[in-house]
């Protein structure tokens, strides 16, 4: 089943290195990063493993819980999280679902064929509080992730649905935002009274403090 943005995440039961987890319960109020890797004990997962550890209070400061995969079981994982502790100089705290059967993966088709028949690629999924998939990436397995562009991402995506605005290109924290075709501008007098510059009738960008 092909997962597409605005989609319900699929919900699942499934053992963690936290305990057995209901997705939905699990996640509550909270956006979800849930994101997939090949295999426990391999290079470019470990780093990736330990960057998400080490960005605990990022993920926090933007009310998101990060939830990792890989095909293997809860006992590999617990070893393998000794190692990136040691390795990667951090305490990983988030749960990791443990998936031999591809139960969840499947669910998610994280398993690309092309690639292989029992590892997933890396995917990622951020998950809105409504249980939505406002967010899809999928990298192949001999590239990590830019995680600067994860908490980017999470930062556009919150303050769009706050402020009813778009985000230009590379745009940052901070930096000034779009006020979508969609709002005319009699409306944008009234959402952005701060105003706005407008370049052309459909780019217009305000700051928003
Ligand atoms: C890795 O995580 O290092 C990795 C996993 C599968 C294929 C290539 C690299």
């Known amino acids: ?42 290079p470019v997962c ?43 100089g951090c305490s990983l ?19 690309h064929p092309g690639e292989s028949d029992t590892a997933a690629v890396r995917t990622v999924f951020i998950i809105d509080p409504a249980k939505k998939i406002r967010l899809t990436l999928t990298y192949p397995m001999q590239v990590g992730r830019n995680f600067d562009e994860i908490l980017r991402v999470i930062d556009a995506l919150q303050l769009g649905d706050k402020h009813k605005i778009a985000t230009p290109a590379d745009w940052q924290k901070g930096q000034k935002v779009i006020i979508p075709p969609s709002i005319s501008n009699e409306e ?15 780019l217009r960008l305000t700051e928003i403090k």
Do not use: C
């Open 1 to 42: 089943m092909g997962l597409h943005l605005g989609d319900i995440a699929p919900d699942f039961e499934i053992d963690t290195t936290k305990g057995k987890i209901s997705f939905h319960e699990w996640l509550g109020d909270s956006w979800g990063f849930f994101f997939s890797h090949p295999a426990d004990f391999t």
């Open 188 to 202: 944008a007098e009234k959402i952005f009274p701060q105003g706005w510059d407008e370049q052309r009738s459909y």
């Open 93 to 111: 705290e988030f749960p990791i679902v443990a998936d031999p059967d591809h139960k969840v993966a499947q669910l998610y088709d994280m398993i």
């Open 46 to 88: 470990t780093t990736e493993m330990g960057k998400t550890a080490k960005l605990a209070g990022e993920f926090a400061a933007r009310n998101t819980k990060p939830l990792g995969l890989s095909t293997d079981t809860v006992d590999e994982h617990n070893k393998w999280i000794t190692d990136i502790n040691d390795t990667q």
